[in-house]
């Protein structure tokens, strides 16, 4: 297998295992959904295309059903943070594209990050325009490299995957922790007034 195509798979492998995070993201909004039709949870959730706006959602759960400075909120609200900055990996490796370089006609390395026309990456500081305008006749693109801490290597990428895995076991750990709390919630919830 050639370099592209080894660096393609592992970007595959990572994409699909952030799919486990959003897995779990599902099972904890199911998990306060207790007793509704499961292609209505799975139609209202699967319906939220950001990750953000399903982290919204299920802070607001949350917020509902624990205490204000509970253990099980604050563990939840760390694991957010983890989630919000994991979130800002996955859109690099889905939106950016992967660059071929090559030395003297042989490939020589493959990486993931902004392309050299994408001005948002001006703006964000990810290239050595150091902050100069864009904007202006002085402008010279050639001269503008990407930083190399705005680019994923195959190694990086497969550090993300490994990071993926493991914030998808931190949050099925967490859900397995906190669902009885939950179901014991949502029951007494149910129970008549006197």
Known sequence: MNSEDSFLLQLAKAIQTWLWIEGELYSLYSMFMQGANSHLISATFNSIQSVDAKLALLNCCFTLVFERGSDDLKSWRKLVGKLEKLNKQRNKIVHEPVSLHYSRGV???????????NSLALAKGQTTHQGKPVVSADYDPSKVYILEDHRLTQTGVSALERTFKAAALEMRAYRELVAPKVASA???AQKPRK
């Open 186 to 188: 949502l029951q007494a």
């Open 107 to 117: 490939l020589s390395e493959v990486k993931i990050g902004p392309s050299y026309s």
